[in-house]
Each structure stands twice: as C-alpha cells, then as structure tokens.
C-alpha cells in the first residue's frame, strides 16, 4: 500500500535468484524439488501482481511461462533476470528492446541497461501507463484495444505510453494502488465490480472508507462511481468515461467533476489519444522553467545591475573562472534582474509565474497558490500579517517556529499560547490536545473576547511527526467560533498531497472534505440533531469539551491557510516555499495578503528557485504517488531493522507511534507499525479516527541508551561517518527519509549503527569502571531528565485585563522597549539575585530564548520566568541558546521599569490604551511603537 513498487522490485530479484539456483542446478544434474517448489511459489504471486502494470507485458510473461513448463531452466532465468533488471532501473521506459522476449532483446545485457539509465544526452519521450477499464470478454479483444492504442503513435506526440487492462471496479482501485506508472484512466461502460481475486482488505476498506462513492451502486453508476474514488485515492490522475449512451446526461451529472472528458462509445479513438497526451502534457509543463530555458539560449544585451548575468564576468576572469567551471554556463545564462521579456514579476505576476502558480494550485487542492522564495520563515510572518491586525488575539502553539511568533510582534497580534503535551522523557513535546484548543476558546467567549480570537495556529506535521486530525479540529473550532482563520504550518509536510494516509490529515485536504460534508443533505440532519442536544453552545457546560461539536453549516467560513517548505521534501532549491490559500473571504483578505506579501518578499528573487518550485510541482503531480511512497517504505524498512536487531536494539530504537502519542489520543489502540497483525488497513482506519498519529517517515532514534547525547551523536555521525541531520533532543536524533534517500542510504545507516553497537559491546566488555560509568551517563540521559517548562503568563504589565482568566498577552511592546538598553538589566542564571526575582514575579524576559534543542522558545519577550523554567535552563547542556549570552547572563525588563506599569484594576495601564484595536506605548503620542527615549 505504501510502495508496492519497492515490493515488486524485491520479488523480482527474489525470483531471479532462485532461477538462478534452478538453473544452475539443472545444468549439473537434475534441479532440487525445493528450488522448483519456490521457483512456483515465488511466480504465482507475480502473475497476479503483473495483471495491473504494463510491462513485462503478456508476451515477456508468457515466454517465461512457457521456458519453466519446458523445463528450459537457463531461458527462464534469462528472461527472468532481465525483467528484474528492467523493473529496478526503469530501462522499460526507455528500451524497446525491454520489452521483447526474443534473443535480440536478451543480447542488450547490463551494459546496455545501465547506459539507458545514466545516458541523460538521448533525453527519450517520457513514458507512462494508462489504466483501461472494460470488461471485454476475450483475451483477444483485450489484445487488440491495446494495439489499437499502439497504431495511434505519432512521431510528434511529446510522450509514449502503454495500456494496462483490467475487469472490475476492485480491480482498478487495486492498479491505482499498486501501479505508479499510471497518469491517466480511460473507463468504459459496462464493467463488474467484484474482483476475479481475493482482496478481503480492500472490500472491507471500501465498505468503510468509501461507502458514498460505493454504497448500493447500480451498474450503471459504476464509471462515475469509481471516478470519484479514483480522485479520493490519486486526484492527480487524469479520469476519462467512454459511455454507449445518455453521454449528454452523464457530462451535465455533478459527480462528473472528477472526469476530465467524456466520450460516446469509440466513435473517434484518436480524440481519445489526443487527449491522454494533452492531459498529462498539462501537468509535464512547467511555463517558467520552459521560459527561462529560452531565455537562456537567446543572444542577449545586459545593461542592468547584475553582472554576472549572462556569466561574462566569471569567464572572462582571471581568478574567478573556477567559479564558473563549478556551477556550469547555464546557471550564469539563465540569470537577470530583468521582468521583460517573459521573465515576469514575482510581486506582481502576469504571465508565466502567474501560470505556473495556478498550476501549483490545482496540483496542491488549493484556492491560491504563491510562491515564496525567502524559506517558510519569511511566508509564516506573510501569512501571519495578511490576517491578524494589531490586537487581535492568535491562539498558537507555543513551540511553534520562531518565526510565527516573531510575525506576531511585527503585526501587533496578541499570543494566546496553547500547550502541547509533553514527551518529558524525550526533552520534546508532541502536539496541542483539542480539548485544551476547544477549552481555550470557550474561556474567551465566556470573557466576551471572542470576537478578538482571528486565528488558530499550528504545526502540522511537528519537527517530530505529529499529526493532527486536521478535520476534527477545525470542525470543532468552527462550532465554536465559524468565521476564525486557520494557519497550518506545514514546513515539513510538502508532500502530503501525493500520500492518501497524509492527505485526508492536511490543511488542503481537510478543506475539500469539509466543504464536501457541510453540503450534503446527510449532515444537514447531523447537525439538526446535535442542535436539539444543544441549542447553543454554553462555554460554563464542561461536558462541551468532552463532545463533539457540529458548526452550523449556513454560517460556517472555511478560512485555512498553509505554509510549506517546499525545498524541506520536494525537489526544489533551499528556501523555496508555497503558501496555500484557501479562504471563502478571499475577496476581503487579498489586499492585506498582497501587501504583506510586498512587505516582506525581495525584489531581487532568484530566478532558479522560481524555476525549481515550478518543476518541483511538476515531478509531484507525475511522480510524487510513487516518491513519497518509497520514502514511507524506507522508514518502515528503518524501523524493523533497527527495532528487531538483537545489538543494535541494545543500545539504540526509533521510537514507535506508542511513545510518541500517549494512549488517550489513540483510540484505536494502534501502536506500531510493526506490531503483530498490523496491515495497511490498520493504519488507515487509526489514521482516520485518532487524534494524532505519527508520520513514519519522521524517525526519532533514541540514543542515549548508548550513552550519546543527541548533540554529540549528531556530531559524531558527521564527522566519522558523512551522516547528516538536523535535529537532536537530550537523548534523541530526529532521521527524516524523503524522496531523495535511496534503500542504500539505509543500508549505510545501520551497518553504521550495527559498527557502533559492536564497538560499544567490546569496550563495555573489558573494562568495569568504564562500564560504571557508562551506566551512570546512560542514566543521566534518560531518566534524570528536566521537566519540561510550560509557558507560565505574561506579565500584569503587559496584559489588558490581568484580572482575567485569559492569558493572551501583548508581546510587540515589550519587544521594543529591549531596544533601549535603559530599560532592561542583566541577571546571571546561576545567581540568588535571579531566584529572588523569581520569587517575587519580577523576573520577565526581554527576549526571546530559544535552546537547540529543543528549538523552541522557553521564553518570549514579557513572559514572567518561573523557577521550573530556571530549572530547565541550569539543566541544558547544549551550545546554542538564541538570546541569551552566558558571559551577561539573562536579558530582564528592568524590574523599576515594570513598577509603573502595573495596573491591577484591568483598566488602561502601561501596556498601552488601545484605541481602534492597537496597542500603543505610553509616551507614544499615537505612534504604534513606544520611542526608544521613553520613559516608562
């Protein structure tokens, strides 16, 4: 389910081997009863698994066949050997000898395979499957549908592509799965549903899953029917239906959205081959990157600010030439500071970029779609500013990245941090519960500040992999509060589109769905009966944080936006990121977003990384089901070998989806993906129903039972090995697999474990005073470990109404006040003066600190520090902590300073009177920032 491509490869070889042994055998003597016993078991399942993927094809199949029943043990390892081949390098794409089952096609040999795979100068067509479904009684007539196919070849069409034909509706969900060669469907009337094969899993998922697009089906109904799922399961394929008769009605039904064309019976095949190549081309096209290619290639005359434009500076040089050789003409070629001649603008786009952004749009689910070329930093502080205005009140999850909270400061929005649960043991958190988001907003309602509440904001996936079920925490919210704005920050989550397991838990994905389910009749008649239950909603009722709550479908707003790094698990250079919109007050917000997006994105972009988010999208929409898979599949790989091994699991395991969700969130009891019973199917329906999952290809090995810290392991996995990583808990690294890792990377990965493991065993094994020791740090590191401090309030000073049972606080005027040195001091952490400015709640925070790790901020600017959050910070044994210098000690708000800002009535006090919602300084005259010579 997750690759079956990395399946089909490792059976191939496996069956390769054992002809191998088969004919080695026979050519001394008479072949083993075992090895012919495997032989055949090892091929039954590949004869079925090939019935939906075009190569080897029926006549490869069929020699191979025919040489075992023959006893002709030599071909059939031959031709064995050679599908295995083809199969692991993709030569079939490129060879037509691949595909022929003669001596001529044996003769090509490896060399011929691998020149095939490397030789990227003889850039052949691109080659994909099509998917025919049609329940065509012969084998013959099957034949001849595919050779029809074949005779429409023309020597301009772009790409070449072969057909795979199945009976069933069952059938085709299952080559949809298991086949990642297919761009394209083409359904015909009158076909089956069931299945000539046992699937017992995926009859039960589609009862469950699918059960709209499914349930009570005529069949009739079938093409339009498995449209839909097909689009639930891979919307990037492109769907046609060729239909015998009403064609009329079915193009003017509403379930036909999914089905880019109709056609009547084959009246005209070529039209139909047509529109296969022009409905992948659509997606093949990348309108920048084309542009600039040809740009590149024209004669041009510079006379703009950039000089290595066109690269004559660097060629011309005498001591800079090897910068040139290094990177290569094209890069210098393809340089301009110029928007003319069909370069465009990044700020205000009207061709290619403007094009290449509504394609990203359809690829990705969403509304809008911008490219951002300053890292997801850089769009998050967009984002943020586009929505919230001075004042408002942002509920955010406190370990978010730096930058969301350093947007609030710039837009003047008010924090309202929401605490994750805490993964103590780890020294890292996991992801913010719904009941505390839901308890949140009830509190503000009941405080009449619901109306301040503009946005949600969260991580998703985290650092670590949690991830949220993005569905039910904005239909709750939405009951709550209808018209809030949802910002997702998905940085580490780019590929969720292209994964059926992420999609239905991404910002994008649970718009569509919510859209889907608040128009239907079905849930009309949900919510009529929630709304006999509760006629409105009582934020005093503590049984609202226990049930689900319903939003009224008529007043509802679906306002999310998504933030990704593209470059974090796509293939697009560094700090290329999309920002998602999809927002039913877009007409309201564009303005705002617009200069927002001004305000902060350069003038200057680099050309390359426009280009490189184009052709990243591109390679998602044709290739990304199958990338993003295998990445899933090495992770899962990774976890078994690691886990199961007697000595590396000694000393090192990568957490399962147990420890990293505590069981309460976890109601379907799903605990590892290597647990015994557990299928594809088990995931799916854990992933549907629990309130957090863990994304498997965020691998947390845990290594401080080897005595590592994940500082120094970090360090030592780079230096030794060439190993890189980003991030390290106390006892902890954190592994990504992505669409670039290959199975040798992880092979590399544990034999380095396993070489470690074993130099551990020995050095433990001689010496009892270092194994005294040893014990004594493995101790330290996973069991004496530091609580984990929760953000405590923000000063009285810096609070509306400290009074109130709210907690939001204004950041921006403590922030700014740090920029005169007069009103801050500096306290050593080891100090008494630091404890008993603790005690008396004058210890606040000037600045944001942030420790890697854990990468988040234990304090932000105007946050009263507590005595655990001194604790914490005396325990940390890291190197980089971000605002604070050791040698000064911490950065404080002049404690005489705060003395005239406190106001314990909540009315207007030093924090700044508001007026038409913005917090202004005292001395301020009306300016939003207090001038740095005030006096406070």
Known sequence: MFSAGEARCDRWQELAHAAQTLAAQSSSGSPSKETLTEVEALLEPLGVLETFHAYPGEAMMSALKEALARSDYSS?????????????????????????????????????????????????????????????????????????????????????????????????????????????????????????????????????????????????????????????????????????????????????????????????????????????NQRYDTPYFNNLKNYARRPIGTFHALPVARGKSVFNSHWIRDFGHFYGANIFMAESSATTGGLDSLLEPTGHIKVAQEKAARAFGCQQLFFGTNGTSTSNKIAVQAIVRPGDIVLVDRNCHKSHHYGLVICGGQPLYVEAYPLTEYSMYGAVPLRTIKKALLELKAEGKLNRARMLLLTNC?????????????????????????????????????????????????????????????????????????????????KLLDTHLLP??????????????????????????????????????????????????????????????????????????????????????????????????????????????????????????????????????????????????????????????????????????????????????????NINNTRSDIAYLIKVLADISRELERKLGRDPEEKAAFDARVKSLITDVPDLPNFSRFHDAFRENPLGKTNEGDMRTPFFLAYDAENCTHVKLHSKEIDELVKSGQAVSAKFVIPYPPGFPIMVPGQVITKETIEFMRKLDVKEIHGYQAALGLELIDPERLGARRNPTGKKNGAGARRNGVARSPRSNGRTSPSRKAKV
């Open 552 to 737: 009224d479908p008529d007043a509802v707003k679906i306002r999310v936006y998504a933030t990704t790094s593209t470059h974090k698990s796509l293939s697009c250079f560094r700090q290329g990121s999309y920002i998602m919109v999809n927002d039913d007050c877009w007409e309201s917000t564009e303005a705002p977003f617009k200069e927002a997006f001004f305000a902060h994105t350069s003038t200057s972009p680099n050309l390359q990384l426009i280009a490189s988010l184009d052709v990243a999208r591109r390679q998602a929409e044709l290739e990304g089901y199958e990338l993003v898979g295998r990445s899933i599949e090495l992770s899962l790989i990774l976890r078994r070998e690691v886990n199961n091994h007697p000595l590396i699991s000694k000393y090192f395991s990568i957490a399962t989806n147990a420890q990293m969700v505590p069981a309460e969130y976890r109601a379907s009891g799903f605990e590892d993906f290597h647990s015994d019973g557990v299928t594809w199917k088990t995931i799916y329906d854990a992933w549907t129903t629990d309130e957090f999952v863990l994304d498997p290809t965020r691998i947390t090995l845990l290594c401080g039972s080897a005595g590592f810290d994940g500082t120094s392991f970090k360090g030592l996995l780079a230096s030794k090995f060439d190993i890189q990583l980003n991030k390290t808990s106390r006892n902890s690294i954190l592994l990504q697999t």
């Open 76 to 280: 059939f390892w031959r031709i064995t050997s050679r599908i295995a081949k083809a199969i692991i390098t993709g030569s079939y794409r490129r060879s037509a000898n691949a595909w022929k089952p003669g001596e001529e096609g044996e003769k090509e040999g490896t060399d011929r395979l691998l020149k095939d795979y490397f030789d990227t100068a003889d850039l052949t067509k691109p080659y994909f499957e099509v998917l025919l479904v049609s329940d065509d009684p012969s084998p013959e007539q099957v034949r001849q549908g595919r050779n029809e196919l074949r005779q429409l070849r023309r020597p301009e069409d772009p790409f070449v592509y072969e057909a795979v034909t199945v009976p069933s509706f069952e059938e085709a969900v299952l080559a949809v799965v298991m086949n990642a060669d297919l761009q394209a469907v083409v359904i015909k009337d009158n076909f089956r549903f069931k299945s000539q094969f046992d699937a017992p899993l995926l009859r039960t998922y589609l009862e469950q899953h699918m059960s709209q697009e499914c349930g009570s089906l005529e069949p009739k109904d079938y093409g339009v029917a498995l449209a839909r799922v097909i689009g639930r399961i891979r919307p990037e394929l492109d769907v046609y239906l060729i239909v015998d008769s009403a064609v009329e009605k079915v193009a003017s039904h509403l379930d036909s959205k999914n089905i880019r064309r109709i056609f009547y019976g084959l009246e005209d095949l070529m039209e139909t081959h047509l529109a296969l190549m022009e409905g992948v």
């Open 462 to 542: 985290t650092f670590d992999g949690h991830v949220y079920n993005v569905q039910r925490v904005m239909e709750e919210v939405l009951a709550i509060k209808p018209d809030i704005v949802f910002l997702w920050d998905e940085a580490w989550y780019a590929y969720n589109r292209f994964s059926q397991f992420h999609r239905m838990r991404s910002a994008m994905g649970a718009c569509e769905a919510l859209r889907e389910r608040y128009a239907s009749d079905a849930y009309r008649a949900e919510y009529a009966e929630f709304k006999k239950k509760h006629p409105k909603i009582d934020p005093s009722s503590p």
